[in-house]
């Protein structure tokens, strides 16, 4: 990441010096009021929409996963072209924020929503780079909305603090190694970042991160909205057409046809099964 400067020299800078250093630092960073009551309210209503979407093939991308033998909405992706006003706010506030995070103007690469609703499972200790080697960029930041109180009950995000400094860690079946992952936890490195609704959680690519199983009867709908620096090219239509052929939403999928490469690079540390049944 390089050093972080004013991108938007003509707006309001949204972050002070001391809070960019900050994320810097610890490679996260949590921002309560960031968003305005109402466009916190209406994160939580696009949940509600996106959540109610019909499986439909070759639009938004639906992945589920299987709970107690019960076949359960796990992510939605690519849903911000059949929703302009949500589209609108993210590209306008988010992309500032995390452009001033980055050092230079941001641009959209992915988006998805994580559902984890009751019962739904956690998420293995993971880093997001090794999913997004083949694009070149020279780094990525993610943004996670909360539609929901996230907390430990209903598997909130944890991370392990300054441990992006190390750079692209060994991932062996698509996880972070169970040593490393086994160290940090003796050394009690792990935290829970319990939030709000509305509130965000910016990260970067770089800093492990994992989640448990919803053990509550809350679901625990996150946002999670990825961007590269706008120097490295508008890649956002490019992975979803490379995902869509390799590793597709299951009404898209061929009975049969092995996605088990795909899933190597789609599916890093994710409850989806490969294969549809």
């Given at each position: 990441?390089?050093?972080?400067?004013?991108?938007?020299?003509?707006?309001?800078?949204?972050?002070?010096?001391?809070?960019?250093?900050?994320?810097?630092?610890?490679?996260?960073?949590?921002?309560?009021?960031?968003?305005?009551?109402?466009?916190?309210?209406?994160?939580?209503?696009?949940?509600?929409?996106?959540?109610?979407?019909?499986?439909?093939?070759?639009?938004?991308?639906?992945?589920?996963?299987?709970?107690?033998?019960?076949?359960?909405?796990?992510?939605?992706?690519?849903?911000?072209?059949?929703?302009?006003?949500?589209?609108?706010?993210?590209?306008?506030?988010?992309?500032?924020?995390?452009?001033?995070?980055?050092?230079?103007?941001?641009?959209?690469?992915?988006?998805?929503?994580?559902?984890?609703?009751?019962?739904?499972?956690?998420?293995?200790?993971?880093?997001?780079?090794?999913?997004?080697?083949?694009?070149?960029?020279?780094?990525?930041?993610?943004?996670?909305?909360?539609?929901?109180?996230?907390?430990?009950?209903?598997?909130?995000?944890?991370?392990?603090?300054?441990?992006?400094?190390?750079?692209?860690?060994?991932?062996?079946?698509?996880?972070?190694?169970?040593?490393?992952?086994?160290?940090?936890?003796?050394?009690?490195?792990?935290?829970?970042?319990?939030?709000?609704?509305?509130?965000?959680?910016?990260?970067g690519s770089l800093l492990p991160h994992r989640s448990g199983k919803n053990l509550s009867n809350r679901?625990?709908?996150?946002?999670?909205?990825?961007?590269?620096?706008?120097?490295?090219?508008?890649?956002?239509?490019?992975?979803?057409?490379?995902?869509?052929?390799?590793?597709?939403?299951?009404?898209?999928?061929?009975?049969?046809?092995?996605?088990?490469?795909?899933?190597?690079?789609?599916?890093?540390?994710?409850?989806?099964?490969?294969?549809?049944?």
């Amino acid at each position: 990441m390089v050093n972080a400067k004013p991108s938007t020299p003509t707006k309001c800078r949204l972050f002070q010096d001391e809070t960019i250093k900050q994320f810097q630092n610890d490679g996260f960073l949590v921002e309560t009021d960031l968003l305005t009551a109402d466009e916190k309210k209406k994160f939580v209503e696009y949940a509600d929409k996106i959540l109610a979407l019909p499986e439909t093939a070759g639009k938004w991308m639906q992945y589920f996963e299987v709970v107690n033998e019960k076949k359960l909405i796990c992510r939605t992706e690519n849903f911000l072209d059949y929703f302009p006003d949500l589209d609108e706010l993210i590209r306008g506030k988010i992309t500032d924020a995390v452009s001033e995070l980055l050092g230079e103007r941001a641009v959209l690469f992915k988006e998805k929503i994580n559902f984890k609703l009751a019962g739904g499972a956690g998420f293995d200790a993971h880093q997001d780079a090794p999913a997004y080697v083949g694009f070149k960029h020279r780094f990525q930041l993610t943004v996670m909305i909360a539609a929901d109180k996230s907390d430990k009950e209903n598997g909130c995000l944890e991370v392990v603090r300054g441990e992006h400094k190390s750079g692209m860690l060994p991932h062996p079946g698509g996880v972070l190694e169970k040593q490393l992952v086994e160290k940090w936890e003796k050394e009690n490195r792990w935290e829970a970042v319990e939030v709000e609704a509305g509130s965000l959680l910016f990260f970067g690519s770089l800093l492990p991160h994992r989640s448990g199983k919803n053990l509550s009867n809350r679901p625990r709908r996150a946002f999670y909205l990825t961007f590269n620096a706008l120097s490295d090219g508008d890649c956002r239509h490019a992975y979803y057409a490379d995902k869509r052929e390799k590793f597709p939403p299951d009404i898209e999928r061929i009975p049969g046809k092995d996605y088990s490469e795909g899933a190597k690079i789609y599916n890093l540390a994710n409850p989806i099964p490969v294969q549809k049944d």
